[in-house]
């Protein structure tokens, strides 16, 4: 984003994340997708950098900030390295925040810290076998157990749940009240029952970590739950509303990496005696880039400054991350295009993004689901 559009201590968080992007994730960018290990280093430097602590009050050992500053970080993470923005969005927007939005005081001193230092690794466990998109169908089971509950079911596609020592789980204390049987539970990964399954063999975003979890007769203390009763369908909608919006900068972060390389490449490569980029219809392609680049961030941009001064954001975040994960998968589709054959190659940055982009239309809320959240909130304005 050009820089009049920032702040100064934007700008100065957007520089210093750029730097450590193309310093530190994007060589190792490649590295990690072909290892499928998870980024160790990335995310210990995320928190030397104070970055797992954004938008956490300072009081919990976080680093303040705004949902804008959030997204600006999560772009330049992205742009580095698609797979540790993922690891990072799980574990900030999705895991901290979501003890931070709606945990008592007592929770957040007790769990926040560690998770906003880095100390430990947060997960959220929301999507079953049958329970994506359909996140009222929850089929994982709390029951009441000696004051506290007893967790019973299966979640599967879970970021971090391989390295995560703090998850937020969704679960369900009586099927029949469909959503609003649904309760957040904070359980520690050390607690009894709990059996992670690691998955293997994803297209892309390789080096973020996702597991199957298995929940038999786990134990958690009834103070774990966030929240009232039954509130906890509630509460995940507000903080994927709010997480959208990082996702959203996920994928112009993806988008821009894709731009950059097709650009550098256009510029570099010569063909019929001049540059790639001296043909019309590249120059084309890439003035269309550029101009759905620049609106794939001004949607996000805008939801993000909404959320911040406390407007209505759901519709805005839903067309961010609607807008900009297409964005992302036909930036990355030309850029393939762009640079031919040695495009298709791995291990070429444009080939890596291909496979990273897609995957940004599915998680956190399906395109599909995005449009019906859209088409919602403006029938209702009309209907109000």
Same mark, same amino acid.
């Given at each position: 984003?050009?820089?009049?559009?920032?702040?100064?201590?934007?700008?100065?968080?957007?520089?210093?994340?750029?730097?450590?992007?193309?310093?530190?994730?994007?060589?190792?960018?490649?590295?990690?997708?072909?290892?499928?290990?998870?980024?160790?280093?990335?995310?210990?430097?995320?928190?030397?950098?104070?970055?797992?602590?954004?938008?956490?009050?300072?009081?919990?050992?976080?680093?303040?900030?705004?949902?804008?500053?959030?997204?600006?970080?999560?772009?330049?993470?992205?742009?580095?390295?698609?797979?540790?923005?993922?690891?990072?969005?799980?574990?900030?927007?999705?895991?901290?925040?979501?003890?931070?939005?709606?945990?008592?005081?007592?929770?957040?001193?007790?769990?926040?810290?560690?998770?906003?230092?880095?100390?430990?690794?947060?997960?959220?466990?929301?999507?079953?076998?049958?329970?994506?998109?359909?996140?009222?169908?929850?089929?994982?089971?709390?029951?009441?157990?000696?004051?506290?509950?007893?967790?019973?079911?299966?979640?599967?596609?879970?970021?971090?749940?391989?390295?995560?020592?703090?998850?937020?789980?969704?679960?369900?204390?009586?099927?029949?009240?469909? =959503?609003?049987?649904?309760?957040?539970?904070?359980?520690?990964?050390?607690?009894?029952?709990?059996?992670?399954?690691?998955?293997?063999?994803?297209?892309?975003?390789?080096?973020?970590?996702?597991?199957?979890?298995?929940?038999?007769?786990?134990?958690?203390?009834?103070?774990?739950?966030?929240?009232?009763?039954?509130?906890?369908?509630?509460?995940?909608?507000?903080?994927?509303?709010?997480?959208?919006?990082?996702?959203?900068?996920?994928?112009?972060?993806?988008?821009?990496?894709?731009?950059?390389?097709?650009?550098?490449?256009?510029?570099?490569?010569?063909?019929?005696?001049?540059?790639?980029?001296?043909?019309?219809?590249?120059?084309?392609?890439?003035?269309?880039?550029?101009?759905?680049?620049?609106?794939?961030?001004?949607?996000?941009?805008?939801?993000?400054?909404?959320?911040?001064?406390?407007?209505?954001?759901?519709?805005?975040?839903?067309?961010?991350?609607?807008?900009?994960?297409?964005?992302?998968?036909?930036?990355?589709?030309?850029?393939?295009?762009?640079?031919?054959?040695?495009?298709?190659?791995?291990?070429?940055?444009?080939?890596?993004?291909?496979?990273?982009?897609?995957?940004?239309?599915?998680?956190?809320?399906?395109?599909?689901?995005?449009? =019906?959240?859209?088409?919602?909130?403006?029938?209702?304005?009309?209907?109000?």
């Amino acid at each position: 984003m050009s820089g009049y559009l920032l702040s100064e201590e934007e700008l100065l968080l957007k520089n210093t994340v750029r730097d450590f992007a193309d310093n530190e994730l994007a060589p190792r960018a490649a590295g990690y997708d072909e290892s499928q290990e998870f980024p160790w280093d990335n995310f210990k430097a995320l928190a030397e950098l104070g970055l797992l602590g954004l938008g956490i009050d300072e009081e919990y050992g976080g680093s303040g900030g705004t949902t804008r500053q959030v997204a600006i970080a999560a772009e330049e993470i992205a742009r580095g390295c698609a797979a540790t923005s993922t690891m990072y969005i799980a574990h900030l927007s999705l895991c901290t925040q979501f003890i931070h939005m709606y945990g008592t005081e007592g929770q957040k001193r007790q769990f926040v810290p560690d998770l906003a230092t880095g100390k430990k690794v947060g997960a959220f466990a929301l999507t079953e076998p049958g329970a994506g998109s359909d996140a009222g169908n929850i089929q994982t089971a709390s029951t009441r157990s000696n004051g506290g509950y007893l967790l019973n079911g299966t979640k599967t596609f879970i970021t971090n749940a391989a390295e995560a020592e703090t998850f937020v789980v969704m679960a369900t204390h009586d099927r029949s009240l469909r =959503t609003r049987g649904v309760d957040a539970l904070i359980v520690e990964g050390d607690s009894r029952g709990i059996t992670v399954n690691p998955l293997h063999g994803k297209m892309g975003i390789r080096a973020s970590s996702i597991a199957e979890v298995v929940f038999e007769d786990c134990p958690v203390p009834g103070e774990n739950r966030l929240g009232a009763e039954g509130e906890g369908f509630r509460e995940t909608m507000q903080v994927l509303n709010a997480s959208r919006v990082a996702i959203a900068a996920q994928c112009v972060g993806i988008a821009q990496a894709a731009f950059d390389s097709a650009v550098a490449y256009a510029k570099q490569r010569e063909i019929f005696g001049q540059h790639v980029a001296d043909f019309q219809g590249i120059q084309w392609m890439i003035a269309d880039m550029a101009t759905q680049l620049d609106a794939a961030r001004l949607l996000t941009m805008r939801s993000a400054t909404l959320r911040d001064e406390g407007l209505p954001f759901i519709k805005e975040a839903s067309m961010a991350k609607l807008y900009a994960s297409r964005a992302a998968v036909e930036l990355a589709d030309r850029a393939v295009q762009i640079h031919g054959g040695i495009g298709y190659l791995a291990p070429t940055t444009a080939e890596r993004l291909y496979r990273d982009a897609k995957v940004t239309e599915i998680y956190e809320g399906t395109s599909e689901v995005q449009r =019906t959240i859209i088409a919602r909130q403006i029938l209702q304005d009309d209907l109000s």
